[in-house]
């Protein structure tokens, strides 16, 4: 049985190309819709909406839905390359330079550090969510911005992160990872809709250890991990810690801090 049976479906209400639509929905094994109407037990529909491929859930079908966000977030800046600054630019250290990203999910915080100037590498196992990335990456090769500067998106890899991490042709300065963890108890302010999507689609990442282990193997200098500030450290303790809003970076160091 395909993955997201009754879970998600490819809705074509007219705007895009509907050969792109048919394609989608015969890549990920998921029922094609013409119409809401037609639309049974699904909790969610891939469907291309003002020029971009969006995640809406069935309460939500009249509103914009969800896509990868290229523009920078609310307090980052708009030149390129954007200042280093903030926990997780201290996280990755003066001198990194390469970055794998290896649990992209929306990809804000591998888009933050791409326009950040990093030379990023992008990995997700979802093929949802990879949809929707390499919309997003494509969305963003046709900025102005990107094109004067004759600049080239991050790389998607597609497919498992450890097995990706192991087949890496190049040994990148820092491995970042942000894992999906158990909600808290209480609900937190932080509670985003798009986490809570990826929650159901996804689940929890039962393999983090793993992938902790692979990074650790993979990565030059450094691993980076996102965690909720009340979660346990995923590698024991750090080597350093920086602290974010409701969340930390922890480091483990490869090599000697920069």
């Keep these: 049985m395909p ?18 639509h048919r394609q989608l929905a015969r890549k990920l094994s998921v029922p094609l819709y013409t119409s809401v109407a037609e639309t049974v037990q ?26 990868v966000e290229i523009n920078p977030r609310n307090g980052e800046q708009w030149s390129w390359p954007a200042p280093k600054r903030g926990p997780l630019a201290q996280a990755l250290g ?22 950040m100037g990093y030379r990023m590498q992008c990995i997700e196992r979802s093929p949802v969510m990879a949809e929707l990335l390499a919309d997003g990456f494509s969305r963003l090769a046709q900025q102005n911005w990107m094109q004067t500067r004759q600049l080239q998106p991050p790389q998607l890899i597609i497919g498992d992160a450890i097995t990706a991490l192991q087949r890496l042709t190049f040994c990148p300065d820092c491995i970042f990872l942000d894992p999906m963890f158990p909600p808290k108890r209480k609900k937190s302010a932080l509670a985003k809709k798009p986490i809570e999507v990826l929650r159901v689609l996804l689940g929890d990442d039962p393999d983090k250890q793993a992938l902790f282990d692979a990074a650790v193997a993979a990565a030059g200098q450094r691993v980076v991990v996102k965690s909720p500030d009340d979660a346990a450290p995923l590698g024991g303790k750090a080597d350093a810690s920086f602290q974010g809003k409701l969340l930390r970076y922890d480091v483990y160091f490869k090599s000697p801090p920069h």
């Excluded at 469907?47 to 509103?63: Q, Y």
């Design 42 to 67: 699904e909790l969610f529909f891939l469907t291309w909406r003002e020029g971009a491929l969006r995640l809406i859930d069935r309460a939500l079908l009249k509103k914009g839905g969800m896509t």
């Design 3 to 20: 993955f997201y049976q009754g879970k998600l479906a490819v809705l074509d209400l007219g705007q895009g190309d509907a050969s792109q």
């Design 94 to 115: 003066r001198k990194t330079v390469t970055v794998v990203d290896a649990t992209t999910g929306w990809g804000q915080d591998g888009l933050a550090l791409f326009r």
